[in-house]
C-alpha cells in the first residue's frame, strides 16, 4: 500500500488519489466530490500554504488547515496509454493530458468524459486510427485523440 501523505505535502504538478478526510467539514467536501477515491492534480501552491487541485474540469483552493486534514496517496498507475493498450484492455479515462479547451470540448463531445470505461477493440495496421467501445458504441480515434486522454486499467 502507498504511503500516505497530507495535501499540504503533495508536490505542485502530480496526481494523487484522496485516501481520507480527517476534518470538521467533511460533508461540504463530499458536496464538492473530494471523497475518498478521486483523483485529484495539484495546480499550484501558496506562500501561505493554500493548495489549488483541480477534480475533473473543477478548481478547488483550500486553505493550509484544510489541506493538513487531507490525507493523500499516489495512485498505482503504470504506464498506460490508450494508444499501446492491447486489444481487449479495459480502461477507466482519468483526465486529459494538456491540451487546447477546444481539444477538451471535442472529446467531451464524443463522451469521453473522467470516469467512463472504454475497451481498445483494434488497432489499425499501422496504428492509427484506434477502434474502442465506449458507452456501448463503437468510436474510432486518431492517434492524438487517445494521446490526449490519460487513462488507467480497471
Keep these: 500500500m502507498s504511503k500516505l501523505i497530507s495535501l499540504a505535502e503533495a508536490k505542485v504538478g502530480d496526481r494523487y488519489t484522496i ?17 475518498p477515491g478521486a483523483v485529484i492534480r495539484i495546480l499550484n501552491r501558496s506562500d501561505r500554504g493554500s493548495v489549488m487541485i483541480g477534480l475533473d474540469s473543477q478548481r478547488f483552493c483550500l486553505n493550509d488547515e ?8 499516489t495512485p498505482e498507475l503504470p504506464g498506460v496509454n ?5 486489444v481487449g484492455t479495459r480502461l477507466r479515462i482519468i483526465g486529459y493530458a494538456p491540451a487546447p479547451p477546444s481539444y477538451k470540448r471535442k472529446l467531451l463531445a464524443m463522451g469521453l468524459t ?14 492509427d486510427p484506434i477502434d474502442i467501445k465506449v458507452r456501448g458504441f463503437h468510436l474510432t480515434l486518431r492517434r492524438d485523440e487517445a ?5 488507467s486499467p480497471l
Design 66 to 73: 484544510l489541506a493538513q486534514n487531507i490525507l493523500l496517496k
Design 19 to 35: 485516501a481520507k478526510l480527517m476534518c470538521s467539514n467533511t460533508q461540504q467536501l463530499l458536496g464538492m466530490g473530494l471523497a
Design 114 to 127: 473522467p470516469g467512463t470505461e472504454v475497451e481498445v477493440i483494434r488497432h489499425a495496421p499501422l496504428g
Design 82 to 86: 490508450l494508444r499501446t493498450a492491447p
Design 147 to 151: 494521446d490526449a486522454l490519460q487513462v
